[in-house]
């Protein structure tokens, strides 16, 4: 009985959380002017939106101030986790190529207001999307860490058996959960305080910058931050073959509630957030992109 009156209030506790968390807007984006968008990536402060094809293939910006898109570039993975600086400026991404069977990356930049572009690190092997950190931007390969910034500045990125937090040049080397496959979808909270991801085979997690206080958020793919209490994420099922479901999950990041902000059926995935516009966008698997607007008290 009493475990029986624990659940009870354990739900009452995240039905009564979930109630203060309210959709004001949500609406189809681009209909009619843009299909086969996938991958979609908000700005920090949710006004640029970049998304690319299902395979990654080429990059594109959308500006919700001036109802505008703009084509940043046709190259092969360019739309693999791309980033935009800070001030929005400036478009990170990478290009990969093939010479003799063997694949090479390049990252490469695009000036927003100059509608330029610039190869930052050219053809290299084994290159992870690119990270934005302060002042700058930063890229890891077979030959090492390359970082923009000449300011202080913070960045961590995932690997096969763990995560690199790096501080000012120094790394930090951390591996929070046991045997997973992969550390996937690692980012820092806007405030820099903690670290969000993804451990192959085990689900999403949040820990502080020591890789400690490791919170289990539950079985959820590609989750993102929205500020720095929540965050957004994927929840699908499969039959080993194809998707069968597909929802937008809404979590606090100490694991006290969840919310759904699409239903299993609407095919929702990778979401992307800024929770300074309280903007969520996601992509359906048809390749249709959505934006959502959050009240949260």
Not at 157 to 177: D, R
Not at 187 to 212: E, M, R, T, W
Request: glycine share 8%.
């Amino acid at each position: 009985m009493r475990i029986k009156l624990l659940t009870m209030a354990l739900a009452c506790t995240l039905l009564a959380s979930a109630q203060n968390v309210t959709i004001t807007n949500h609406a189809q984006l681009l209909k009619g002017t843009e299909r086969n968008a996938f991958n979609p990536v908000l700005s920090s402060d949710g006004q640029k939106l970049l998304f690319s094809e299902d395979n990654y293939q080429g990059l594109k910006m959308y500006d919700f101030a001036n109802d505008v898109t703009v084509k940043i570039t046709d190259d092969a993975m360019a739309g693999f986790c791309p980033t935009i600086s800070a001030d929005g400026n400036s478009v990170y991404y990478l290009s990969q190529e093939r010479v003799q069977g063997r694949v090479y990356r390049s990252m490469k930049n695009f000036n927003v207001k100059g509608a330029t572009e610039k190869v930052v690190v050219a053809k290299e092997r084994g290159m992870l999307p690119p990270v934005k950190v302060k002042g700058g931007v930063m890229v890891v390969s077979d030959k090492g860490r390359k970082m923009t910034a000449k300011v202080n500045s913070k960045a961590v990125y995932g690997g096969i058996s763990e995560m690199v937090l790096v501080v000012n040049g120094v790394e930090k080397h951390l591996a929070p959960v046991a045997t997973p496959h992969m550390y996937m979808w690692v980012s820092l909270s806007p405030d820099g305080q903690k670290i969000l991801f993804y451990a192959g085979g085990k689900g999403a997690f949040v820990c502080d910058l020591n890789g400690k206080n490791l919170v289990s958020l539950g079985k959820f793919t590609a989750p993102a931050w929205y500020g720095n209490d929540f965050v957004v994420a994927q929840h699908s099922t499969s039959d080993g073959h194809q998707y069968e479901s597909s929802q937008i999950m809404l979590l606090k990041a100490d694991a006290s509630f969840k919310q759904a902000l699409t239903k299993p059926e609407s095919m929702a995935m990778n979401p992307t957030a800024s929770g300074l516009a309280n903007k969520v966008v996601y992509n359906t698997i048809d390749g249709r992109l959505f934006v959502m607007e959050l009240s949260i008290k």
